[in-house]
């Protein structure tokens, strides 16, 4: 088993273990505190974004720039401490825009419907500083291939505490100024988690930056994080406006719908993120040397790999939506959720196929490119947001993010062709989309109990039976047989 493989397969399961936990929450916490969930939801979003300015582009340096200047005995060129100080001058760059951005923030999301909540604008500050913290330093740990502790950090520190601290809210133990302060203190928590790692990699290593001493690599580290910034603000604009945008013309329970319906369709997200994690320095790697042979044998086995997981989890999530809503708190509020469901988990479906295009697109020469898509495309979401929320409430805002996904990959897919030579789509997608669909018919099919957790449990077994043993059987993928092999095996073994 590859290092791709080997970590990313670490990372999908920790993020499972995150996904257990959210369905808990999902299920029997967070549907009877929305208002709150929607508050927490809109200043993270907006902690966010803002986060994506004060990185300065250095979470892709992190990644672009590392092959150049590593090496254990230089302390690589001491990067990381050129990253932080980078980073730390967008923060203070922040802070001397903080009172025109938080005026837009209180007119925007804290409107006359969440106004009573707008004195929390004040925590977006540590917020951001954490988040942008975090995401650098896992992208920079990521050049040592490892993303299974990283992810843990980052990924499960929230999925607990969030839970518990609204618990403690419902059972009247904390206020509502309690749950936020909890929520930054979880944030804070995980940053301190990731340098300790860092450090325990032995790779905490903060020398003086060898790049300072060499004008044309300086020009280009400013050029490219220049770039990677500007991408990264559009393309969270792109795909992560659709949340504000709800809490701005809507209220806060809406957004609590809306990032509930997200969360369940970020599951099927999942194993591309780990995917990407790791597969990212190999990329820069192999684009650097122009190993483009091995570039496109990673993106073809991505976007196969990615299509028969992706599937799978959107059809299983479809499947059994609509018992996951019998059973939760507050069902007939929940329903206004089933199709944001739908359009997001599409969303996610569509760019996993496309694999790991925008990868090879940020760490080649052409990155210029995906800025000057997404910066379109983000304006295209909001126009899109402005349209579909009038005419259909949540459902419009998934829509818009669906169609802004759909557009943003296939603008990809053509570049990378045209460049490159090379796409990422084999004949063995034919078969996986066939099954997948035959699964989920015959399991809509069979009649329901009256028993919803039963008709949760028996459809999903059903359908993960039919479609998994099909993928396995026919060997659609070689890497997925191999990986539920070694698994197999360890099991065995124990």
Same mark, same amino acid.
């Given at each position: 088993? +590859?290092?791709?493989?080997?970590?990313?397969?670490?990372?999908?399961?920790?993020?499972?273990?995150? @996904?257990?936990?959210?369905?808990?929450?999902?299920?029997?916490?967070?549907?009877?505190?929305?208002?709150?969930?929607?508050?927490?939801?809109?200043?993270?979003?907006?902690? @966010?974004?803002?986060? !994506?300015?004060?990185?300065?582009?250095?979470?892709?340096?992190?990644?672009?720039?590392?092959?150049?200047?590593?090496?254990?005995?230089?302390?690589?060129?001491?990067?990381?401490?050129?990253?932080?100080?980078?980073?730390?001058?967008?923060?203070?760059?922040?802070?001397?825009?903080?009172? #025109?951005?938080?005026?837009?923030?209180?007119?925007?999301?804290?409107?006359?419907?969440?106004?009573? %909540?707008?004195?929390?604008?004040?925590?977006?500050?540590?917020?951001?500083?954490?988040?942008?913290?975090?995401?650098?330093?896992?992208? %920079?740990?990521?050049?040592?291939?490892?993303?299974?502790?990283?992810?843990?950090?980052?990924?499960?520190?929230?999925?607990?505490?969030?839970?518990?601290?609204?618990?403690?809210?419902?059972?009247?133990? !904390?206020?509502?100024?309690?749950? !936020?302060?909890?929520?930054?203190?979880?944030?804070?928590?995980?940053?301190?988690?990731?340098?300790?790692?860092?450090?325990?990699?032995?790779?905490?290593?903060?020398?003086?930056?060898?790049?300072?001493?060499?004008?044309? /690599?300086?020009?280009?580290?400013?050029?490219?994080?220049?770039?990677?910034?500007?991408? +990264?603000?559009?393309?969270?604009?792109? #795909?992560?406006?659709?949340?504000?945008?709800?809490?701005?013309?809507?209220?806060?329970?809406?957004?609590?719908?809306?990032?509930?319906?997200?969360?369940?369709?970020?599951?099927?997200?999942?194993?591309?993120?780990?995917?990407?994690?790791?597969?990212?320095?190999?990329?820069?790697?192999?684009?650097?040397?122009?190993?483009?042979?091995? @570039?496109?044998?990673?993106?073809?086995?991505?976007?196969?790999?990615?299509?028969?997981?992706?599937?799978?989890?959107?059809?299983?999530?479809?499947? @059994?939506?609509?018992?996951?809503?019998?059973?939760?708190?507050?069902?007939?509020?929940?329903?206004?959720?089933? %199709?944001?469901?739908?359009?997001?988990?599409?969303?996610?479906?569509?760019?996993?196929?496309?694999?790991?295009?925008?990868?090879?697109?940020?760490?080649?020469?052409?990155?210029?490119?995906?800025?000057?898509?997404?910066?379109?495309?983000?304006?295209?979401?909001? /126009?899109?947001?402005?349209?579909? !929320?009038?005419?259909?409430?949540?459902?419009?805002?998934?829509? /818009?993010?669906?169609?802004?996904?759909?557009?943003?990959?296939?603008?990809?897919?053509?570049?990378?062709?045209?460049?490159?030579?090379?796409?990422?789509?084999?004949?063995?997608?034919?078969?996986?989309?066939? #099954?997948?669909?035959?699964?989920?018919?015959?399991?809509?099919?069979?009649?329901?109990?009256?028993?919803?957790?039963?008709?949760?449990?028996?459809?999903?077994?059903?359908?993960?039976?039919?479609?998994?043993?099909?993928?396995?059987?026919?060997?659609?993928?070689?890497?997925?047989?191999?990986?539920?092999? /070694?698994?197999?095996?360890?099991?065995?073994?124990?």
């Amino acid at each position: 088993m +590859g290092v791709i493989q080997r970590q990313g397969f670490k990372s999908s399961i920790i993020s499972y273990i995150g @996904v257990g936990i959210g369905v808990i929450s999902t299920l029997y916490v967070y549907p009877n505190a929305l208002e709150i969930l929607g508050l927490f939801r809109s200043l993270f979003d907006a902690a @966010v974004l803002i986060g !994506i300015f004060v990185m300065m582009g250095t979470g892709s340096s992190a990644i672009r720039f590392f092959p150049r200047y590593q090496g254990a005995h230089t302390g690589h060129g001491g990067l990381l401490s050129w990253l932080l100080i980078v980073a730390g001058i967008g923060f203070l760059l922040f802070l001397l825009l903080y009172p #025109f951005i938080q005026h837009w923030i209180r007119g925007f999301i804290f409107h006359e419907r969440n106004e009573m %909540y707008s004195d929390f604008v004040i925590y977006v500050i540590p917020l951001t500083f954490f988040l942008a913290l975090i995401n650098l330093l896992s992208r %920079y740990i990521s050049n040592f291939r490892r993303i299974a502790i990283p992810a843990a950090i980052e990924q499960l520190t929230i999925k607990i505490t969030l839970p518990l601290i609204i618990l403690m809210y419902l059972q009247g133990w !904390i206020n509502v100024k309690g749950v !936020i302060i909890g929520v930054v203190a979880s944030f804070g928590f995980a940053a301190l988690a990731m340098i300790w790692y860092l450090a325990f990699l032995g790779e905490w290593r903060l020398g003086k930056p060898v790049i300072t001493k060499d004008k044309l /690599a300086l020009k280009e580290f400013s050029s490219y994080s220049w770039y990677g910034l500007l991408s +990264g603000i559009g393309s969270q604009i792109a #795909f992560r406006i659709d949340g504000l945008m709800v809490s701005g013309m809507i209220q806060f329970q809406a957004t609590g719908i809306y990032a509930i319906s997200w969360a369940l369709s970020e599951i099927i997200a999942k194993p591309m993120r780990s995917l990407s994690s790791i597969a990212s320095p190999l990329l820069a790697q192999h684009i650097e040397q122009g190993n483009m042979e091995e @570039v496109k044998t990673i993106y073809r086995k991505s976007s196969i790999n990615m299509t028969i997981i992706g599937l799978g989890l959107f059809m299983l999530i479809w499947t @059994v939506l609509p018992y996951v809503f019998e059973i939760m708190s507050n069902t007939s509020v929940m329903r206004q959720g089933a %199709y944001v469901v739908f359009f997001l988990g599409l969303s996610q479906v569509w760019d996993m196929m496309t694999g790991v295009n925008s990868e090879i697109i940020s760490y080649s020469r052409y990155y210029r490119f995906t800025l000057y898509l997404t910066l379109i495309l983000a304006g295209t979401n909001i /126009a899109a947001n402005l349209l579909f !929320i009038p005419m259909y409430g949540l459902t419009g805002a998934a829509l /818009a993010t669906c169609l802004s996904m759909v557009l943003y990959n296939i603008a990809k897919l053509v570049y990378i062709q045209m460049k490159f030579g090379f796409h990422p789509f084999t004949y063995r997608m034919i078969p996986a989309i066939g #099954f997948c669909l035959a699964a989920w018919l015959i399991s809509r099919a069979i009649p329901d109990t009256t028993h919803h957790f039963f008709n949760l449990l028996y459809k999903g077994t059903v359908f993960s039976a039919l479609f998994g043993g099909a993928v396995l059987w026919f060997k659609v993928s070689p890497e997925i047989n191999t990986w539920v092999s /070694a698994v197999w095996s360890k099991v065995l073994k124990r």
